[in-house]
Structure formats: structure tokens, C-alpha cells
């Protein structure tokens, strides 16, 4: 009783006292089951303490006191057992807490002779987490087709909820929801990243606690098959081993299932293995895989497996046939090989053979076939197999194609129109033939025992003339062709060129004359020259015999050559003598040249000129009778007057029996002489002597205009002579001095 009396003295006491702030925390936290202190700020002294009084004031504002520790302790009955007083402090413990622990905890401390101090605390009272567990909706997902709930349970207050995603914590986004104050975790549209582990952990100011991890099967696939060969190749010999392997990415593991060109096989899983493959299993392999949860199967793109039976050999070209004919033939070439997936390629020498209208590859390209073959058809022919993994190429073949004859020409040698006789002379013969032609030979229609591509004609004679062939003959084609003829004409030498006149001397417009060639030779052929001319025909001049014959008709004067007759053949030619014909004329142009007139005592000439072959014979007559001048010049040396009168000359040609005559006055005057010595050019001094030159020369210069020929002089006396070489430097008169023909004209004075 006192004590309870003393206590509510000190309370009263101190009950003006500040409050005690920093004696006691604010606040505190117990555990349920677990002990707590309140530890207060005192130092312990020397003199124990006097009072240290504990109080609660608990949760249903009922107020206990704990303990009063003064001389004697006063504990509550509830207390007894569950606490500790440290009197040195005047800290308490607290042991074996329940939640109605909690409240507000007062403390008065009066240390011995000082003021009383006062602490209060909070004491918050938890339960401790446990039991933490989490509970999915479910566990069996489908990705994005189903949403998952995981709750969290726990014991404990106060409790705070945090989920862990593996060691990530999980925060709310659009798939991911946390609800029911975190407790409750949903994932929307669940994804194959979703399995977890998660974890729910709780926690408390006093304590934590984290679930077991829960994972979450999310089935997802079958993606991204890949069905891949081992080894990886285009091809495969038969009996190699080959692993097909399929794989997907799929949760949970797919199922597997294998075709071949569409259609299933037995076996299952992953790999198909196929040992000791056959040509047989070549094809398209796929897989398909099969989820069991997602219902959903993916199948793999094909892929081609090839087997091959080992390499190409054996490669053989057969022909129907090796000997044929151009154009009339067709031939087929058949290709075999061992070997599988070939391929056949020909080839003609190194070019690869084409079809085309005549050239037909069928079978596979395994058959050859060439319609109307041609000389170029011939080949050789190879047949060249090939498959990816190797190749072969055939023996060459050859085929004979025959052709012809064709194109056969004949050729000379030396080629030339006409052969001496005695020459040698070739012939060859040549023709596009396969095989090679046989040659026979004719001349003039009619077979030579010759054979062979050449006929050698040696010393060849004149019977060996005539037109030469050749034939051509091939065996195979059996056919012929012929050549052009070549003509060959075999000559004797022209040689002993003569000719021979029937006359030699006519008379001019009467005569005829045959002249006549004869030659040593063969084809002969005759021509005419006269002079440097060649002789054509005309009316009066004929040409017979193949003109070995010249006949001239009513010859002229100028028809007297000379002439020669050239006479040819092919290879030689010759050419006679020349013949001169004397043609007889005249006389005609009978004239006199002299003065009229002259000078008694004048020397006087006149005289007489006549054309005519041969010479005439002259004869002058003085009025009328009968003088002694037989000469071309009839000379008066020192004229008289009784020599004025009439002048006649007769010429006669003794040969043509004809005579002409011409008449002459002269008269005969009074003085004196002339002068001659001076310049001839002088011509207005007439004397007798100046007119006999200058009558003379112009006789002679007339002529020449008349005739265009070249004029022989004859001196007949001394007196002309004398005079043509005083005056030869002025009128340059040329002697001819020599008579190259047999009776040239002649004029004479
Ligand atoms: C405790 O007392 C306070 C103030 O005096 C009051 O507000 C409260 O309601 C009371 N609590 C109970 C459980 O009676
Ligand atoms: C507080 O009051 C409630 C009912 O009002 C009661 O259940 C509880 O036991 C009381 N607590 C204490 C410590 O008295
Ligand atoms: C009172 O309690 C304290 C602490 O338990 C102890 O030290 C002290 O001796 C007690 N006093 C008496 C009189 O029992
Ligand atoms: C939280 O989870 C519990 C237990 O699964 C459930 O009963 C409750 O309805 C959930 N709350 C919400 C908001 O989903
Ligand atoms: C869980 O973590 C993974 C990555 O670790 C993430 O991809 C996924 O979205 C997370 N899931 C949730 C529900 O947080
Ligand atoms: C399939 O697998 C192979 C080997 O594993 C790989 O090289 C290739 O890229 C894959 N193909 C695809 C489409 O994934
Ligand atoms: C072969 O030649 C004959 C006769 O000329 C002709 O009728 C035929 O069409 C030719 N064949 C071919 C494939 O050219
Ligand atoms: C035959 O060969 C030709 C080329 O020469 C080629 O274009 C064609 O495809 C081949 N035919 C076959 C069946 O191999
Ligand atoms: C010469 O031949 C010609 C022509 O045949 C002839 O007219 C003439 O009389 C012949 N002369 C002689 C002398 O035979
Ligand atoms: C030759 O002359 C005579 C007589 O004048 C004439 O009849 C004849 O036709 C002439 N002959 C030729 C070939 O001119
Ligand atoms: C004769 O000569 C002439 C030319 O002079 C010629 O045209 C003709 O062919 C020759 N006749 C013969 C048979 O040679
Ligand atoms: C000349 O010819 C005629 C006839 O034509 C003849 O009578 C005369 O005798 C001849 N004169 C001389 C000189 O021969």
C-alpha cells in the first residue's frame, strides 16, 4: 500500500516533468514468440536507482503495470516470467510476445536525489511470415493461346508481396498484371520466355519468407524445322550411307514423322538414316514434326536425294551402217553406256551435232540419225556421256560416204591448140569422186585401152589427132560422168614455101596470071603479100584453093609485084621468094618539051617523052618527013630559020605493038646569045641553053607529080649529062642505082 502511495507521489511529482524524450526509441517492433528490449538511454550510477517503474497502455486503452522496482518489485502477474528488469538501466525485457504486446510502453526512472525521467516507446507487434506458397491457375500453357494466375499465399501480418522471375523481380506491363496487393500474379498471352522459375516473396518489418519456384510449362512450336543431309551432296553413288536430320524448335519436343515424294515412311524421330541407299529411295524427302500439346505440325521444305549408280562406261556408238551413198542414204547412231541419269551429247569431230532438218536426235539424244547423208556427213562421230558425278566419250566413227563423179575436167599439158608432130603431149583427168574414180579414155568416140588419171601421148603423129575424152567411173555410186572433149590437132611443119607463075610477062589489061603456093606442112593456110600488103580479093583479083591460089585478072601496070606467099599452121610457118611479073604498056602521054621559039644559032633540044614498058623505040619527023633522030632528044646544035616547023615524035613499043605520036612547032628568030654562067634561078633569061635545063627539069618535076615514083634518068649523050651535073646541087636528083625488080618503068628522054 505505501508503495502505491509513494508511487502516485512520485508520479504526481514528476507529473510536471518534461517529457522523456530520448530515454526510450519511439518506436519498436516485436516478433510474435520473440523477446524485446527496451533499452533505455540511463547510464548506470552509483546509487541504484529509486524508482524504475514499467507501464503499458495496451490496445483496448486498458492500462497495466508491468513492474514497479523500488525496494521491493511489484510485477504484474501476467509479466512474472516474461520479462527483465536491468535496475542498473532500467531497461526491460520482454519475452514470449503475443500480439496484445503491443501498445504504448512508459518508463519513470528516479535516480537517487535527482528528478524522475520518463520514456516512452511503441511497441508494434507482428506475426512472422510463413507458409509462403504460390498457387498457378495451371501449368500446362499454351503459348499465346492461355493466361496464368499464380497466387501467393503467406502467414504473417503486415505482409508485403514482391514476385521474382528467375532473380528478376516482376513488374506489371500490359501481359503482366499484379493484383490482390501483389498477391496475385497474371500473365496474359502467355509467351515461351514465361516459364519462370517465379517466386512470390513476402516480407514483414519483422520477417521475409520466399516460396518454392514454380515453373510453368509453355508449349510453343514446332518453328523453324530444318531438315539437313549428311553428308550434304547433289548426288550419291548407290550404297552410300545418308543421315537426314530434322530439326524444329518446339516445347514440348516434336514428333517426327518422314516422306519420300509425299508419301509417309515408317520410320519416326529425328533422323532417318539411310544405309546402303539405293537408286530406288532417290526422291524428295521431308519431315514433319508434330506438337501434342499445341496440335500444330510444321513440314520441311523437300530435299532431293539422288542416288546415281556408279560411273559412266562402256560408252559404244553403234552404227546401222559405215558405207554409204550421198544423198540416197540415211544412217543411225546409237549410243549406249552404263551408268544412271545420263546424259548423250554427239559430237562431230570437236562440234557438237544439232538437230536440224535432216540430223534427228531422239531417244534421249541416245540415237543419231542423219537423213540423206552428204559427202560431209563423214564424220568422225563421238558420243560423249555424261552424269554429275562422271563422264565417258565413245570410240570415234567414221563414215564412208560415197559421191561422184563430179566436176571431172580434162587438162593439157602444155595446153596449146596445135602439136608438132614428134611432141609429147598429157592429159589429165580429175574428178571429186570418193572413193577415188576409175578413168577411162577415148578419142574421137572410141575407147583407149589408156586407164588411169593420165594419158601421156609421147612423139605423137599426125593420126593422133582428133577430139580426146576421159570418164570417170565410181565403183560404189556406180555412176559416171564424161569430160569435155579436148581437141588435139597434131601438125606437120610448114617447109619448101614456092611459087610458081603460069607467065611472067602480060600485057597490061589483058594478061591474067595464076599464081600458085605449094608448101611442105599440114593445115596449111596461105596468105598473100604484095609488097609489104597483104592481098585481099576483088574483082579482079581472086583468091582459090584456100587461097593457095592467086589469080589476078586484067593486070595493071601496078601489078607487078613483088610477091610472096607466107604460108602457116599452128606451129611453124615459112614464106616464099619473091616473083616479079613484067607487065607491058604504053607508050602513052607521048609529049614533046622543048622551046618554041629560039635564036638562030641557039644550041636547040627538044625532047620526046613517053610512059611505057618496055622502052619505046622513037622516031621524029620534021613536017611531016621522014630525019634520022631515033633518039629520045632530038638536038639542033646551032639552029637555023629553016629549022622553024612542025616537030613529030612517034614512039613505039615493040612488046605491045601500039605507037603514039606528039607534034612541035618551033620557031627559029634573029639574036643573040644568052649567058648561063649566073644563077639558074634566073629564069626571065631565056637563052636555048637555060631552056633546054629548065625544060628538062620541069619535064622532071611534072613527072614526078604524076607518078609520085621515083624517075631513072638515062643519059643518052653528053650534053644532058653535063648539064644534070652542073645543076644536080640545086634540084637534088637521086639515081636510083640499083634495080631491085625485074623491069621497073623507066622514063627516058
Ligand atoms: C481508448 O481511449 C481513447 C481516448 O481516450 C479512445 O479514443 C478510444 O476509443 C478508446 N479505445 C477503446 C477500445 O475503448
Ligand atoms: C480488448 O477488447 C476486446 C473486445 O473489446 C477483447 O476481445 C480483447 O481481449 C481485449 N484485450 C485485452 C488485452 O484486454
Ligand atoms: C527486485 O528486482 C530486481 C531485479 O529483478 C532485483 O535485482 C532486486 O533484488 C529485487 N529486489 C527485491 C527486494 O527482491
Ligand atoms: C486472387 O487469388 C485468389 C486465389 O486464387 C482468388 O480467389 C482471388 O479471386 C484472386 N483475386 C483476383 C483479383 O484475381
Ligand atoms: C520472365 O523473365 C523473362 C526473361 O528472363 C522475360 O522474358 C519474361 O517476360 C518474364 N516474364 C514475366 C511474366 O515477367
Ligand atoms: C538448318 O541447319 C543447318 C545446320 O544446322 C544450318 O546451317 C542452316 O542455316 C539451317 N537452316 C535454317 C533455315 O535454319
Ligand atoms: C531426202 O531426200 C529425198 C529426195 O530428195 C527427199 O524427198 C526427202 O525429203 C529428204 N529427206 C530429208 C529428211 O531431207
Ligand atoms: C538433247 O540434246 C539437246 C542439245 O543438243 C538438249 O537441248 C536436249 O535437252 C537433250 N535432250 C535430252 C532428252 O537430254
Ligand atoms: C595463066 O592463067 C590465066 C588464069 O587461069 C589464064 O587466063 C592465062 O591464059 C594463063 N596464061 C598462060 C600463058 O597459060
Ligand atoms: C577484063 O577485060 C575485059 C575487056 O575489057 C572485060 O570484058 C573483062 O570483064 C575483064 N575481066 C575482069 C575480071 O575484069
Ligand atoms: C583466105 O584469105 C582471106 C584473107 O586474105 C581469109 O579471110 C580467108 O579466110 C582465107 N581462106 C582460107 C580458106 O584460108
Ligand atoms: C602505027 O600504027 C598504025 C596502026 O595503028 C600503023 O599503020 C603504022 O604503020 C604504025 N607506025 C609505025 C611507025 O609502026
Aim: proline share 5%; aromatic share 6%; hydrophobic share 35%.
Amino acid at each position: 500500500m505505501e508503495t502505491s502511495v509513494i508511487l502516485l507521489i512520485v508520479l504526481g511529482a514528476i507529473s510536471g516533468l518534461g517529457h522523456g524524450l530520448g530515454v526510450l526509441p519511439d518506436r519498436l517492433t516485436g516478433a510474435v514468440g520473440e523477446t524485446v528490449t527496451f533499452v533505455t538511454s540511463m547510464t548506470p550510477t552509483v546509487t541504484p536507482f529509486t524508482v524504475v517503474t514499467w507501464r503499458v497502455e495496451g490496445i483496448n486503452n486498458t492500462t497495466t503495470n508491468i513492474i514497479t522496482s523500488t525496494s521491493e518489485n511489484i510485477t504484474d502477474s501476467a509479466y512474472t516470467n516474461r520479462i527483465t528488469l536491468f535496475r542498473t538501466t532500467g531497461s526491460l525485457e520482454l519475452r514470449n510476445l503475443t500480439p496484445d504486446d503491443a501498445g504504448e510502453y512508459n518508463v519513470l526512472i528516479i535516480p537517487a536525489g535527482e528528478a524522475g525521467k520518463k520514456g516512452t516507446c511503441i511497441l508494434e507487434m507482428h506475426a512472422k511470415v510463413s507458409n509462403v506458397v504460390v498457387t498457378p491457375s495451371n501449368t500446362d500453357l499454351v503459348e499465346l493461346s492461355g493466361s496464368v494466375r499464380l497466387s501467393c499465399s503467406s502467414s504473417g501480418s503486415s505482409l508485403s508481396f514482391l514476385w521474382l522471375n528467375g532473380s528478376s523481380e516482376v513488374t506489371a506491363s500490359d501481359r503482366v498484371q499484379l493484383t490482390d496487393g501483389n498477391t496475385n500474379l497474371t500473365i496474359v498471352s502467355v509467351t515461351r520466355y514465361d516459364q519462370g522459375p517465379f517466386r512470390c516473396h513476402v516480407f514483414n518489418p519483422v520477417s521475409d519468407g520466399t516460396s518454392e519456384p514454380v515453373k510453368l510449362s509453355i508449349s510453343f512450336g514446332p518453328e523453324n524445322i530444318n531438315l539437313t543431309l549428311s553428308p550434304s551432296q547433289e548426288h550419291y553413288d548407290e550404297g552410300s550411307r545418308i543421315i537426314l536430320r530434322c530439326s524444329t524448335v518446339s516445347t514440348p519436343t516434336a514428333q517426327f514423322s518422314w516422306f519420300l515424294n509425299g508419301d509417309l515412311l515408317p520410320d519416326t524421330g529425328p533422323e532417318l538414316r539411310l544405309v546402303n541407299v539405293q537408286m530406288s529411295q532417290s526422291g524428295n524427302y521431308s519431315c514433319r514434326a508434330f506438337n501434342s500439346k499445341t496440335l500444330r505440325s510444321q513440314t520441311s521444305q523437300p530435299a532431293a536425294v539422288s542416288v546415281l549408280k556408279s560411273q559412266v562406261s562402256n560408252v559404244v556408238v553403234t552404227p546401222s551402217s559405215t558405207d554409204l551413198v550421198e544423198l540416197s542414204g540415211s544412217v543411225r547412231l546409237s549410243c549406249s553406256s552404263s551408268g544412271s541419269s545420263l546424259s548423250f551429247l554427239w559430237l562431230n569431230g570437236s562440234s557438237e551435232v544439232t538437230a536440224s532438218d535432216r540430223v534427228q536426235l531422239t531417244d534421249g539424244n541416245t540415237t543419231l540419225t542423219i537423213f540423206n547423208v552428204t559427202r560431209y556427213d563423214q564424220g568422225p562421230f563421238r558420243c560423249h556421256v555424261f552424269n554429275p558425278v562422271s563422264d565417258g566419250t565413245s570410240e570415234p566413227v567414221k563414215l564412208s560416204i560415197s559421191f561422184g563423179p563430179e566436176n571431172i575436167h580434162l587438162k593439157l599439158s602444155p595446153s596449146q591448140e596445135f602439136y608438132e608432130r614428134g611432141s609429147n603431149v598429157s592429159l589429165t583427168c580429175w574428178a571429186d569422186s570418193q572413193p577415188v574414180a576409175q578413168f577411162s579414155w577415148f578419142l574421137n568416140g572410141d575407147v583407149l585401152p589408156d586407164t588411169g588419171p593420165d594419158l601421156r601421148l609421147m612423139k605423137i603423129q599426125i593420126n593422133q589427132s582428133g577430139s580426146y575424152s576421159c570418164q570417170a567411173f565410181n565403183s560404189k555410186t556406180l555412176r559416171y560422168q564424161t569430160s569435155q572433149p579436148a581437141a588435139v590437132s597434131v601438125l606437120v611443119p610448114v617447109s619448101n614455101v614456092a611459087v610458081t607463075s603460069n607467065t611472067t610477062h602480060l600485057l597490061e589489061l589483058s594478061g591474067s596470071v595464076r599464081l600458085s603456093c605449094s608448101s611442105s606442112g599440114s593445115s596449111l593456110s596461105f596468105l598473100w603479100l604484095n609488097g609489104s600488103s597483104e592481098v585481099t580479093a576483088s574483082d579482079r583479083v581472086q583468091l582459090t584453093d584456100g587461097n593457095a591460089t592467086l589469080t589476078i585478072f586484067n593486070v595493071t601496070r601496078y601489078d607487078q609485084g613483088p610477091f610472096r606467099c607466107k604460108v602457116s599452121n599452128g606451129v611453124s610457118d615459112g614464106i616464099s621468094q619473091l616473083v616479079n611479073l613484067v607487065v607491058q604498056y604504053g607508050p602513052d602521054s607521048v609529049s614533046i618539051i622543048g622551046p618554041g621559039s629560039v635564036h638562030a644559032g641557039d644550041l636547040t633540044v627538044l625532047y620526046c617523052s613517053a610512059v611505057s614498058a618496055p622502052s619505046v623505040k622513037f622516031s621524029w619527023l620534021f613536017n611531016d618527013k621522014p630525019t634520022d633522030g631515033h633518039e629520045a632528044a632530038y638536038v639542033l646544035q646551032s639552029s637555023r630559020s629553016s629549022d622553024s616547023g612542025t616537030y613529030t615524035c612517034t614512039a613505039v613499043n615493040a612488046a605491045t605493038g601500039q605507037n603514039r605520036t606528039a607534034n612541035h612547032d618551033l620557031t627559029v628568030t634573029g639574036l643573040p646569045a644568052c649567058d648561063c654562067s649566073g644563077a639558074a634561078g634566073r629564069a626571065t633569061i631565056i637563052t636555048a641553053g637555060c631552056c633546054l635545063v629548065i625544060a628538062a627539069l620541069s619535064v622532071t618535076i611534072v613527072y614526078c607529080l604524076l607518078r609520085g615514083r621515083r624517075v631513072k634518068y638515062a643519059a643518052h649523050n653528053q650534053e644532058k649529062i653535063s648539064v644534070k651535073e652542073k645543076y644536080s646541087d640545086i634540084y637534088k636528083i637521086t639515081e636510083t642505082s640499083q634495080n631491085d625488080l625485074n623491069s621497073p618503068p623507066v622514063m627516058k628522054f
